[in-house]
């Protein structure tokens, strides 16, 4: 008998198994969500073209690497799996493509990547979520990490006039506190959206090969390991900043050099040298806000070298 294109294990098989129009699944660290996701939207597209239909599928990732990651490491190898695999298909194209976007955030334009995945009349679109790029083309969506999604309610308020025509929603991810719009869908009682919960006990003992003990000994976090493996909702009362605030002052312009605008610059310096990194924090003063421009980081280096660094800075900031 000839081995499957793809094995997924007894929760993978029950998420790609749930036809619903709208589901949500949090799952652990290291357990397939990403790969699972995409198994579901590849295998839809070529349900379409065997069917003679048009379809699209836009993935949102966190952001620019990972939408990027998604199409590379699972997406594209999949397509290509069943167009090999599967006779019918054999003679499909695939054809991939990337293109800038640019997004207005205050006065700064910022350009993102955009890759798009091409099979026969079907396309999939893999972007980093932010509410401007979210506005575009009719499509199903898949969230991709939504609780770290910066911007995330606004996100979902873009995107979801898109999606209200009969699309289907898939959103995954890691929990990340309770103060996200991941959270509200996760633990809402209606009968909307279909759950799904996966923590790493329950992936392992149904055969995903991960050493429980081994990955937690080597974490060595249990706040941590609690959030990210056994799915506990972190309650932000222990936290100095709630999470939707931090997600506010993320900017994807933010920590590029070439963006600064020749304003005023402020530089906080975290001086270290033996255990923990030397860090020089570069911001500058854009009207009302202040914008990340630059991080150095040194390890390891001599107090000669921390001071050079930071000569440099000053010299290339106002």
Known sequence: MAEPL????????????????????????????????????????YQAIAEGRRTRWIVLSRGERQAAEAMRSAIRPLADGYRRTIKAFANLKLHESEHKISCDFGNIRVDF??????IDDTIITALPA????????SGN???DEFAFHANAREIWAAAFPIISAGFKVRVVSTPNGKGNKFYQLMTGDDETWSRHTVDIYQAVAEGLPRD?????AGLNDPEYWAQEFELQWRDEATSWLDYDLIGSCEDPGAGRPENYT???????????????LWVAWVV????????????????????????EELDQLMARYK
């Open 113 to 118: 990547s955009v890759l798009e995945l091409k």
């Open 212 to 216: 429980i003990e081994q990955l937690k």
């Open 284 to 307: 500058e003063s854009v009207g009302d806000r202040w914008i990340t421009r630059e991080i150095a980081t040194l390890r390891g280096a001599t107090f000669a070298a921390q001071a």
């Open 130 to 137: 932010n509410p401007d790029t979210v506005r575009g083309p």
């Open 262 to 276: 020749g304003g005023l610059c402020v530089i906080g310096c975290d001086i270290a040298r033996r255990r923990d």
């Open 141 to 143: 969506m898949l969230f």
């Open 6 to 45: 793809v094995k997924l294990y007894p929760y993978q098989q029950r998420w790609f198994q749930d036809t619903s129009r709208m589901k949500v699944g949090m799952f652990a660290r290291q357990s397939g969500k990403t790969f699972t996701s995409s198994v579901e939207l590849v295998d839809d597209c």
